[in-house]
């Protein structure tokens, strides 16, 4: 992977901005910052992809282009074998990371532009192709990066002869060197492969910038998907997030992602237990409760999957990965339908909580994009006994299954939860079940409540918090406490309010400088008229968690509704989100659905 390069981005920013009126008289229109774009749609309905390292310096490794060619072909190199792979894993999509830093800048297809390594078979073609005809996408890594010409003692880059291709001298190890060249490769590549879906980049650089790349991608090739990695880089439409650590359990990544939905987020990780992200010689072991479990809970976030496997100069993965590959296809296939055509639940696309449940239990949730009320349960890591326990988030429940067997479970609902019991068949890595419902109940209408708050920054008001849009929010501008009030015009039954909060920081403190911007202290008061409001009702301190909180209240009929929010759970250490609240989502609940077995 590379370096992050933050250099000039807010700089670059103004300047996009201070052209949007004059750059369609004097070039190509100003690439767009689209949150939500239709030539994203079928990145969100994909859950994975597969990421290949593959390039000159693949062990065995060597420096001769045409060695490296020969030994491709001869080692029987086919782009069939990548396509099948990643349909086993149920990825539908394929990053090809061969113009790489740290493998030798190999460009794995012909090019007229000299400077590194390009072959005379087209692998890139090729693989296209096959991708294609299997209605899979292929995406095009691209580095901004020239720090490792060197590396391993050989120098990869041919600045001379990219200087007499340019008539000009340009040193490519130098960042506006490689820039310029590279910038070279991205208009070659557009040209050449109309079939390819975009480019996965690999941070930024100011060469690039400056001489509007992002702007001519959209301009010559609009239906592509600009990718970067590790930065918000507000142009593309995709933000992945290199491989994260620490998390409790270690499988569920989306605890160290900061980027909110509904931005197209990616999970970029490793198959390999341990080494390089490329293939370095070893064979090293797949964990399969890991790999599948950062999958899964990657889909109940509605997180992207990037799985990076270490293909070896013929091609081939390692024989314990082709092993995981084989058991992954077998596994995944039997739960497919709950994870396929979903979105995360607890989110913003409704759904049950996810997270920790009773007794040690951990999951997600997952929810049909086609049926709002046929929902999973994915209990990853199960409770200590045979019952389940999971908050209901409004929905009246009326049956639920084993997902794999169709067996009927006993549940009861009451007080907004669901106690499944009589689980037996839990399995090593994912027990599935399914839920029905019908609908939800007990809530108040968004459009029959008013919200107003004691301080909002500008452009995000406490009505944002009712709109049902994911893209506003409510902003405590910097300031502790605050408190948004909701009026429901009319004195209601009151039991519960469930927050979504904007999934904008990691849910744990994974450094002093990165932490969570949620609730932590809190307290809910009630009024009949908006002015008496008396003691809280409600109060306490919420858990550093991704999904809906809820937050319970003895049963009362009021009309008014105050939510106070003392702290949150950023340190000062980490200046970015210090006493700094989003709200994406406010429901007020006026009963718990009825009970039901």
Known sequence: MGRRSRRRLGAWLAAVLSLVATLALTGPAPARADVVNPRQQWLRDSQAGLFLHWGMRTSPGYTSCSAWEKAVTDGGWKADYWVAEAKKLH?????????????????????????????????????????????????????????????????????????????????????????????????????????????????????????????????????????????????????????????????????????????????????????????????????????????????????????????????????????????????????????????????????????????????VTTVSKADPDRHFVHVLTRPSGSTLTVRDNGYKVTGVTDFRTGKKLNFRQSDGTITISGITGWDPYDTVLAVRTDGRQGVVPASSVTASASVSASGHPASSVLDGDPETYWDNATTLPASVTFDLRSAKSLRYLAVNQREWSVSYARSDTEQSARIRDYQVQVSGDGRDWGSPVAGGTLPSARGVAFIDIPATTKRYVRLTVNSTWAAATDTKHYRKLLLDEVRIGTAYPSSGS
């Open 91 to 363: 990825a539908s999509y394929l990053v090809l990371a061969s113009f790489h830093s740290r493998l030798g800048y190999a460009r794995a297809w012909p090019s007229a532009v000299p400077g590194s390594c390009s072959t005379k078979r087209d692998f890139l073609g090729e693989l296209i192709e096959a991708a294609n005809a299997e209605g899979l996408k292929v995406m095009l890594y691209m580095t901004d990066d020239p720090q490792w010409h060197a590396e391993g003692g050989h120098e990869w880059l041919d600045s001379a002869a990219y200087s007499a291709y340019k008539g000009h001298d340009v040193d490519l190890t130098t960042r506006d060197g490689f820039g310029e060249y590279s910038y070279d490769n991205f208009v070659e590549v557009m040209r050449k492969y109309p079939k390819l879906s975009g480019f996965w980049i690999d941070n930024d650089n100011d060469y690039w910038i400056d001489h509007g790349l992002y702007e001519k991608i959209r301009a010559d090739r609009p239906g592509w998907l600009l990718s970067n990695n590790n930065e918000d880089t507000p142009i593309m439409d995709t933000v992945s997030n290199e491989q994260k650590t620490g998390m409790t359990p270690a499988y569920d990544y989306p605890q160290a992602i900061w980027t909110p939905q509904p931005r197209l987020t990616e999970a970029c990780f490793k198959l390999p237990s341990s080494g390089a992200w490329w293939y370095s010689g070893t064979d090293s072991a797949v964990d399969h409760g890991l790999t599948l479990g950062r999958l899964i809970s990657n889909s109940g976030s509605s997180v992207k999957s990037l799985m990076a496997e270490t293909a070896q100069v013929n091609g081939r993965f390692p024989s314990k990965q082709e092993a995981f590959n084989n058991y992954a296809k077998s596994y995944l296939d039997k739960i497919w339908g709950s994870l396929g055509g979903t979105e995360g639940g607890g989110y913003s696309y409704g759904g049950l909580r996810p997270g920790a449940w009773n007794d040690g239990a951990h999951g």
